[in-house]
């Protein structure tokens, strides 16, 4: 399984935006990049994904880079309410599309 | 529809006995997952269903553990002969035919 590396944790001044990297040098060509967060003692929550153009949505952007092996998904103003894991993760489309996660990134968010 | 829903949200129970979960997708979602997560790490996938056939099951789910998906609507995770190691998360997604998941809030289970 394509495997994703994230940084364990990560801080942020509220109202400054956020790089949250992610590496995936394995990634194949029908592997979509997606990134979810988790809020504690709740489930994952979709943030946004993409395939090879940059994305963007009302909660973020999602900047890949030119050969798939890295991406960044981009909160453009953190909030309080953005402290959270974010995950990212490949899914397959060829032979199941099942989520696998890492361990995530632990967002810090100071006010 | 109000998301994905599980089904209880705690559970406490004796080692040895046998406890049963329910996901409820959202509606015409033909795509259901289950995972489990542990303190401290990302969701485990167990076993995934495509309208109700079980497509794929992870090398976690041991025999004491069994899915179902009858209909190809809601679906039941039960484990058998709890051990303390079943302590975890459960959690249930559903997907139709955009690419994002919705999870359900999960159902902790604690193993006594």
């Known amino acids: 399984d394509a495997k994703t590396t994230q940084p364990n944790s990560m801080e942020s001044n509220e109202e400054e935006p956020v790089h949250l990297p992610c590496n995936h040098s394995?990634?194949?060509?029908?592997?979509?990049i997606h990134w979810y967060r988790q809020l504690p003692s709740q489930g994952p929550e979709y943030v946004i994904h993409?395939?090879?153009s940059n994305v963007n949505n009302r909660m973020a952007s999602l900047a890949i880079a030119e050969d798939r092996k890295s991406s960044t998904l981009i909160l453009h103003r953190a909030t309080l309410r953005d402290a959270a894991v974010y995950y990212c993760?490949?899914?397959?489309?060829?032979?199941?599309?099942?989520?696998?996660f890492g361990t995530g990134t632990s967002l810090t968010v100071i006010p | 529809d109000t998301g994905v829903s599980q089904d209880p949200r705690h559970k406490i129970t004796k080692r040895g006995q046998n406890v049963t979960f329910r996901c409820d997708p959202i509606?015409?979602?033909?795509?259901l997952y289950w995972y489990r997560q542990t303190l401290g790490q990302g969701p485990e996938f167990l076993t995934y269903?495509?309208?109700?056939?079980?497509?794929?099951k992870s090398r976690l789910l041991s025999d004491r553990f069994s899915a179902e998906r009858p209909k190809g609507s809601f679906s039941t995770l039960e484990i058998q002969r709890t051990e303390q190691g079943d302590s975890a998360m459960y959690l249930c997604?559903?997907?139709?035919?955009?690419?994002?998941?919705?999870f359900g809030q999960g159902t902790r289970l604690t193993v006594v």
């Open positions: 997604a559903s997907s139709g035919r955009g690419q994002e998941a919705f």
């Open positions: 394995t990634i194949s060509g029908t592997d979509y």
């Open positions: 993409g395939l090879t």
């Open positions: 993760i490949l899914r397959h489309t060829l032979g199941g599309n099942q989520f696998y």
């Open positions: 509606s015409e979602h033909n795509r």
């Open positions: 269903f495509q309208n109700e056939a079980q497509l794929e």
